[in-house]
């Protein structure tokens, strides 16, 4: 053995391309009642080129007041990924598809990607 075990890790760690600390990348949250629509809303974004890529969890429940009722509803959660500079065009298109009234349409800053899943979400979209 030539050194204590964590010298593994921080090796591996070197050898590795550094996470840049500051990006144009965003993540989008929206909730659909239904797998089908999440279907049509993922690759409506993806092909306009709008997402770079969506992820669908199914299996999401949802416990919120709507119309002074407390509703508890499964729900498909989308997670797409895009950048800043698209979510204008994006909000407007997700509220277009969207069939709730009022769509949850919550973007996140993204405070660290590696360089060369960044450079492939700049590309995904052009």
């Known amino acids: ?4 075990p964590g010298n593994i890790y921080a090796e591996m760690l070197r050898e590795t391309a550094p996470i840049s600390m500051s990006s144009d990348a965003i993540l989008v949250l929206t909730a659909c009642s239904e797998e089908a ?3 049509r809303i993922a690759r409506d974004l993806v092909e306009s080129g709008l997402a770079a890529c969506v992820s669908r969890l199914p299996g999401a429940h949802s416990t919120y007041r709507w ?3 407390l509703q508890d509803e499964p729900e498909v959660l989308l997670i797409i990924k895009t950048l800043a500079t698209r979510f204008e065009a994006l909000e407007m298109r997700l509220k277009s598809l969207h069939p709730y009234e009022v769509p949850e349409i919550i ?6 990607v590696s360089p060369e899943y960044l450079a492939w979400l700049r590309m995904a979209g052009t």
Do not use: C, D, H
């Open 107 to 112: 973007a996140l800053p993204v405070a660290s």
């Open 37 to 39: 629509t999440a279907v």
């Open 1 to 4: 053995m030539t050194g204590p």
């Open 67 to 69: 119309e002074g009722r």
